[in-house]
């Protein structure tokens, strides 16, 4: 939806990409699979505006090393026992054999262009990512070595806390990440004095949480998931189960921002815009996506997220089948002020161009297939992939639902059609 939306998730997923991938082990050696324990600690200090973390290692056997790729302005203050070593940009980690601790200093606040936030903490309240909080990292290990990994909250007095994952008793939570060798939390969390209303909408355990004096409805963000969260659900099966929604206002990033399981949406933002479009299915359809765009494909990500949130409001009835078509159009005539599609971050106008190429290609499939196949095909495919998409996987994709290129999706036509 913005510019920063899409920077802050690009930077998510590549962390997961950095973090690397573990592979299935044959039997035998998942036999002989050794694990150890991973717990971070993490006290909130508001009154010096820092999160401490102490990062504490135990086992028979540890990683000989791990590689963070910290961001100086925000990571600090690194000490260890074992050994330690300090790049411009990473931190080098080598724990002792059996038990290592590594502690740092986490700054909350992050200001973006115009002074607005999409990380702060006031004595109030927090809101930030749990992969802000840890650093991507490296892990050098032996391929049979497993974490067990767990983090724990402490919190000022009066304070409690939301994340993505299930309070297991006293703000300590089981991270569990199959997809990561060494796990770290991720996705939106909120501490302070908060307010919150859960409700159980198809299948997943739907969370609203704001500061408990801000005015975002959270009643009214639930009741917009009762009836469309359902249609988000039967697009995407594999949606997660357990979903955090935070709500702030004021100085907080006006707009949506998607993280694994969770996403930050600003209280004054509406759940429908005027223009027919829904800035929260929009976060849902990140959420549920994963994607990232290559340097060109940012408009693929964004327009279907655009496309999806005018029409899952459609299929849950939110607007008529007219209303519809005029969304769709008004998106088509903004479009044409989009001189390009293969930019950097796909913004405004690009974005309102790529719903009008998502609703070409979705006619295109149906009338291939006679209505068998559509556009929503290709988006559970790319979900089901998830990391990054191009063009030439999303002409992939879009072909094997169509059973023949689509020519929506050629590059002349991506390049005149206007
Ligand atoms: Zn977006």
């Known amino acids: 939806m913005n510019r920063f939306s899409s920077r802050v998730r690009i930077a998510a997923l590549a962390c997961l990409v950095c973090a690397g991938f573990s592979v299935a082990l044959p039997a035998d050696a998942a036999a002989r699979r050794k694990t150890y324990a991973v717990a971070y600690e993490v006290e909130l200090r508001p009154q010096s505006g820092i999160a401490h973390v102490t990062m504490t290692l135990t086992g028979p056997e540890l990683p000989s090393r791990l590689t963070f790729n910290i961001d100086p302005e925000r990571h600090r203050n690194f000490s260890g026992n074992g050994d330690l070593e300090r790049g411009p940009k990473s931190v080098a980690w080598s724990p002792p054999l ?30 930030f990512r749990g992969d802000r909080l840890i650093p991507p990292v490296r892990s050098l290990a032996s391929t049979r070595l497993y974490a067990e990994t767990t983090l724990h909250f402490t919190l000022p ?12 008793g006293g703000h300590r939570y089981v991270i569990e990440d199959p997809a990561r060798r060494f796990e770290r939390p991720t996705g939106w969390m909120l501490a302070g004095k908060i307010g919150s209303r859960q409700a159980a909408v198809a299948g997943v355990s739907a969370i609203v949480a704001t500061p408990a004096n801000d005015a975002a409805r959270r009643q009214e963000t639930l009741a917009f998931l009762g009836w469309n969260l359902p249609h988000v659900t039967s697009l995407f099966p594999a949606f997660p189960k357990r979903l955090l929604i935070v709500r702030a206002g004021e100085p907080m990033f006006r707009g949506g921002l998607s993280g694994p399981a969770s996403l930050f949406l600003h209280s004054a933002r509406p759940l429908v815009t005027e223009n027919r479009t829904s800035p929260l299915l929009h976060e849902l359809v990140h959420v549920a996506m994963g994607i990232r765009g290559d340097a060109t494909s940012d408009w693929i990500v964004e327009g279907l997220a655009e496309y999806y949130s005018i029409e899952l409001l459609r299929r849950s009835g939110g607007i008529s089948a007219r209303r519809f078509r005029e969304a769709t159009a008004l998106q088509g005539t903004r479009g044409q002020r989009a001189p390009d599609l293969f930019v950097g971050a796909s913004t405004g106008a690009v974005t309102a161009r790529a719903v009008s190429v998502m609703l070409a290609v979705d006619a295109e499939i149906k009338e291939a297939t006679r209505g068998k196949a559509s556009l929503d095909d290709v988006a559970r495919d790319l979900a089901k992939r998830r990391g990054e998409v191009s063009l ?19 590059r002349t036509t991506l390049i005149n059609d206007r």
Do not use: C, H
Not at 99 to 119: E, H, I, M, Q, R
Not at 157 to 168: A, Q, V
Not at 394 to 409: D, E, I
């Open 98 to 127: 059996d038990k290592g601790t590594l502690t740092f200093d986490f700054k909350v606040d992050n200001v973006l262009k115009g002074g607005t936030y999409d990380s702060r903490m006031t004595d109030a309240w927090a809101v």
């Open 157 to 168: 007095p009066g304070w409690s806390i939301l994340t993505r994952y299930p309070d297991r």
């Open 392 to 410: 030439s996987l999303f002409q992939t994709l879009a072909a094997k639902a169509a059973g023949r290129p689509v020519r929506a999706l050629e």
